[in-house]
């Protein structure tokens, strides 16, 4: 006949703990309380605190019924379809919310939640085991805003530069396409550098490799990127106040567009960059050496982020979002 596993009571972790603290062994402990030592073995591993480094019968109690509680309300991914769809997309950078939504969008009649997804992660493995998904997982933090704070605006060496203040609302609104942010990610450990520009309405990347960070290599870098798309598509260009984007002039009378500059130490006036520089750095983290980063992988990086759905888009991909204004162009 089957046995029925009966579940550690208060009373019987209370005396694991006065035999603990008596020094007596696993297998006396559970003769005593007519346990199996595999019972008592993974009792004391599952619930002694690293920094306690002690077994608290209540602290005990309380953990399982967190997770008997845990358990009960687990929504289980169990269609291997999905499965295998969630294990692929977390391997490719995107989030729980993107996963789950770009799913449901495609599969309205088996829709699954960004909890569901995140419950599959932390069940499947534990922590720092082979296969741990938890890795997948992208963190991020938010940035410390400095809007309230006033500060003296340093002089700029950027001839002719026009202020953020000047660029039209509909541009802040995302109500047409057209419209760029541009920077420069930088290392520490040579001289080159990454130039990205990200399309406000659509949120499509472009990124190119530097040598140097000079105002040549940018204004190369700016011209070749924009100067493919028809002008509909490259109307207007803000940029921060890096001494690289001296030679702005440069680029709006090659390609036809206008250019803004955002107020020094404001950085979360080009979010939209900002934020697509975070996501890059998932795949290049600081102290990454840009010099020895092929041109293969950044394309691959590129390619990742424009054909990853956004919640912003209704979790459509930048791809298809810019690809249909591309259309509607020509």
Known sequence: MKKTYMHLSLQERGLIHDMVWDKLSMSEIARRISRDPSTISRELNRNTPPLLKRYTPH?????????????????????PKIVRYVRRKLKSG?????????????????????????????ASTKPGEAGDLRV??????????RKNIPFKEPRTTIPNRISID???????????????EGDSMVSKKSKASLNTLTERKSRLVKISKLSRRTIEETNQAV???????????????????????AGHEQI???????????????SWERGTNENTNGL???????????????EEDIKWVENLLNNRPRKCLGYLTPNEVFNKAVALSC
């Open 59 to 79: 602290l005990a109690q309380e953990h399982y019924e967190v997770r008997k509680q845990t358990v009960r309300q687990r929504p289980r991914l169990k269609n």
């Open 94 to 122: 995107w989030s729980p919310e993107q996963i789950a939504g770009r799913w449901s969008k495609l599969h309205k009649k088996l829709t699954i939640s960004h909890e569901a997804v995140y419950q599959y992660i932390y």
């Open 136 to 145: 997948c997982l992208r963190r991020k933090h938010k940035r410390r805003q």
């Open 166 to 180: 000047l660029r039209p609302e509909e541009i802040s609104k995302r109500a047409t396409y057209g419209h760029w």
């Open 223 to 245: 011209i070749a990127q924009l100067g493919a798309y028809p002008e509909i598509l490259r109307r207007t260009i803000t940029l921060d106040n890096g001494t690289e984007n």
């Open 252 to 266: 709006t009378g090659r390609i036809n567009l206008k250019c803004f500059f955002a107020h020094p130490y404001h």
């Open 280 to 294: 890059i750095r998932h795949y290049f983290p600081k102290g990454t050496d840009f010099a020895t980063v092929s």
